[in-house]
């Protein structure tokens, strides 16, 4: 049987920040939307929970449950196999180099909805952890060039936008980590870039992740940037 660690594809000698990131990678692989299935994602949480409650390679066997209350027996192997298998596992998921920038996004309503805030440190490990739909969180690639909003048109999503020019804040969405640079002719004020927020119509990405919070037009300062309603309902992507 797999340990935690070899379910989470982390090293046992990992610190606090590998845990997380590799948590979050493998709870979006085990997702239902994504290609796995609701056992497997209960199996990797139950997995960094142990982790996070102190299991080590050491400590023999552990239970973990999964979504239907059924015990999973997770032994532990011998450091040599351990070793093997996370080779190979580095080498099946080793990909060439893209160049670009992963995108992480959770919509803002979804805070609402759970009380949560942009200031939490921990918001995107949360939404990672509730098994959100690919509609309100999920990533998506950036191409060199291309601005934020495109990339996410280009992966199937309906962000909020109207001008597509910079002149009002349909399409605004605050960068939580990593940066994102606009043309200097924008709507925006100096205060709101000093937030971090962008419109994502016309930033592009400056760093290899990012994370954005997007749907926030309506918070205060943004709300009078926003063009009539009738106005989005007339604008098209080709616009």
């Given amino acids: 049987m797999d340990t935690p660690f070899e379910i989470l594809r982390l090293d046992p000698d990992a610190d606090e920040d590998e845990l997380v990131d590799a948590y979050r990678r493998r709870v979006k692989e085990a997702h239902p939307d994504h290609g796995g299935s609701a056992d497997e994602f209960q199996l990797v949480r139950a997995a960094y929970e142990a982790i996070r409650a102190g299991y080590e390679p050491g400590d023999g066997a552990v239970e973990l449950v999964d979504k239907g209350g059924r015990g999973v027996n997770i032994d532990r192997e011998t450091d ?35 009380g949560w805030s942009l200031t939490d440190e921990d918001l995107f490990e949360k939404a990672a952890a509730e098994g959100l739909s690919t509609d309100v969180y999920g990533e998506v690639f950036v191409e060199p060039r291309t601005c934020l909003l495109k990339a996410a048109e280009n992966d199937g999503h309906s962000w909020p936008y109207a001008c597509r020019g910079g002149a009002c804040a349909n399409c605004a969405v605050a960068v939580v980590e990593g940066d994102m640079e606009m043309p200097a002719d924008h709507i925006l004020s100096e205060e709101m870039m000093d937030h971090g927020i962008r419109l994502s119509c016309i930033s592009l990405p400056t760093t290899d992740e990012v994370k954005v919070v997007y749907n926030i037009e309506h918070l205060p300062g943004l709300d009078e940037l926003r063009l009539p309603p009738q106005h989005v309902r007339k604008v098209r992507p080709n616009d």
């Fill in 80 to 114: 040599a196999a351990r070793e093997a298998n996370t080779e190979q596992d580095a080498a099946e998921d080793t990909e060439p180099d893209r160049p670009g920038t992963r995108v992480e996004y959770l919509d803002y309503d979804v805070l609402d909805e759970h």
